[in-house]
């Protein structure tokens, strides 16, 4: 099999294996040259993963098993577009609005398992997760900032 179709023949999969609410999302990136793969990502204990120079998606199967799809496919797209154009994520600047309760959660996540210096990406990535408005959002972001 030619290497080249890997990356799309997987994407197909996750279009069939992801939630029809999140086909929307899912061409936005495939459109930004993304590639979504449904697989264990290369994070062990990972939901999701995103490696923004490869322009390359994990969604964890026990991620959909356990109905968390919806929130890894987002926090992981903003992850992408929080990289785009080069490659090197950057933060957004969309407000960070969460619960209070909410918010030490996810303080609480980013002190024990991420370096200091991506905080801010991950509470904008984190604050996403649970926005109503996220799709629409993302795929915006998506159009503008990966030309």
Avoid at 23 to 40: D, G
Avoid at 97 to 116: F, I, K, P
Wanted: net charge positive.
């Amino acid at each position: 099999m030619n290497a080249a179709l890997l990356p799309m023949l997987m994407a197909v999969t996750a279009m069939q294996a992801l939630p029809p609410e999140l086909k929307p999302l899912l061409r936005a990136l495939e459109r930004a040259r993304y590639a979504v793969f449904v697989a264990p990502p290369p994070i062990p204990g990972a939901y999701g993963t995103t490696d923004p120079k490869r322009k390359l998606i994990w969604v964890s199967p026990l991620a959909i098993e356990l109905g968390l799809a919806r929130a890894v496919l987002i926090h992981e797209a903003v992850h992408a577009a929080q990289a785009c154009p080069k490659g090197k994520l950057n933060p957004i600047g969309w407000p960070v609005q969460m619960s209070y309760v909410v918010d030490r959660e996810v303080s609480g996540l980013l002190y024990r398992g991420y370096a200091h210096s991506k905080h801010e990406l991950e509470r904008e990535a984190f604050a996403m997760q649970g926005h109503p408005q996220a799709i629409p959002m993302i795929t915006k972001a998506l159009q503008q900032r990966c030309r």
